[in-house]
């Protein structure tokens, strides 16, 4: 009997379940996973590019003019109160000290002063990178550039026309103060003595909590008194440096503590001319030999974390301390040190600076 031919074959329908939870598992798995290596990869460019900066603590960033001149004309800031020379402003500093491409600097003080030790190391280090490379300084002042954020604008080498304030610009206030508070009173209202064993009576010098007899306290106040004359000496000495053209008369005309506006410094000598950042700009590139063609304005930055740049928060503060082994609180336990620490101030504030500098 003959075979008849098979009809076409019924077609074939192929169900794919999902697999239950472990589906949803593990379709949360592979989107994990996605999101970790998205974040390996923004960590690995981040850390890319700090290794291609000659220091890791600094990011060089185009301001202005040239993009491609090889000239460079560096914006070094000076932000608020200035607590010791090794922060971020000495990084600025030791970057353009290995950079040999920069020609001058501009250095930008927005600072109400800070430490006497602070503030003469910044001038100190400034000066000194000024003259071995013989680079022009060119001062531009903020808000306020006053005390020790003057002090550290007369590390301009002494010449002339090279330090710009703003018309909204506070300054001058040149002197030294070491602020002193007597609690002693108040605390025998708690029934509260201040007990301290000293090796002698000047050792507590300063104490806000030791109750001292009138004779002590003119003796304390006699060599508190001479630590600020000597350091106020100094102070009027690095005026003249980079006032030159002031006299002795003069400069002590204006160094009683007092806080000029922009147009009172200009006419007391303490100030060229006022104008903006552009302004000072202008005048460093002319004074480093260069053009708006052959000179690159650049400025500094401090290097942002993944997490910063991915949340935009700062998460440095609850850290501080801890690579060494510390406590999560050490940071603020060494900033509290370190404001009741007593020390001389070149300080436009009748209080002691509680922000470091930025």
Known sequence: MPIEPMSSPLPTRVILEQGGLWGRWGTWIAWSIAGISLLTALASAGAAAQYCQRDARVVEKYHSLSRMAAGKVAIVDIAGAIMGGSGFARAQLDHIDEDKSV???????????????????????????????????????????ASGGYYVAMANGGRDDVIFAEPATLTGSIGVIIPHFDVSKLLKKFDIEDDSIASGPLKEMLSPTKERTPELAERERKVLQSLVDEMFARFKQIVKQGRPKLDDEQVTSVATGQIFTAQQAVDAGLVDRIGFLEDAVTRAVELAGLTKETAR?????????????????????????????????????????????PRAWYLCSWWPALVTSR
């Open 103 to 145: 020609k001058a600097i501009v250095l930008r003080v927005d600072s109400p002063g800070g430490t006497v030790s602070g503030s003469d190391e910044l001038h100190y280090r400034l000066a000194e990178l000024a003259k071995e490379r013989d680079l022009p300084v060119v001062v531009s002042m903020g808000g306020i550039a």
């Open 297 to 341: 304005v650049v400025r500094y930055s401090k290097p942002r974390g993944l997490l910063q740049d991915v949340f935009d928060g700062d998460f440095s503060a609850g850290t501080q301390g801890m690579g060494g082994g510390g406590t999560m609180g050490r940071g603020a336990l060494e900033a509290f040190a370190e404001w009741t620490t």
